[in-house]
């Protein structure tokens, strides 16, 4: 467990605030016979995970804005049955090549 003094002096760098992730301890019980954690993926955080992802190399390459812009594009004209990450790869796809 990280000190304070280690919290703030991280987000006064990054100027951000610095959070602590929950593990989650109830898929660690199904260890196999090697001892090796087999993981276990769920539908709604991977759609996160790429959302996440397309966000990161929108910023890695100075494309946010128009990502941003391209979003509010295919919100405008989205069927209600379409998911986020669903519009999130649409919106890079436009972006990415520009």
């Not at 660690?28 to 993926?41: K, M």
């Not at 509010?72 to 090549?97: C, L, Q, S």
Request: aromatic fraction near 12%; hydrophobic fraction near 35%.
């Amino acid at each position: 467990m990280l000190r304070q003094e280690v919290y703030q002096k991280t987000s006064e760098v990054f100027g951000t605030v610095v959070g602590v992730a929950n593990v989650d301890y109830k898929n660690l019980d199904e260890v196999s016979v090697d001892n090796e954690f087999t993981p276990v993926t769920y539908k709604k955080a991977s759609d996160e995970i790429d959302i996440n992802n397309i966000i990161c190399l929108a910023i890695d390459y100075d494309k946010y804005k128009e990502l941003q812009k391209n979003l509010y594009k295919h919100n405008i004209k989205r069927h209600p049955k379409i998911k986020d990450v669903t519009i999130y790869k649409r919106a890079w796809e436009d972006t990415k090549w520009k």
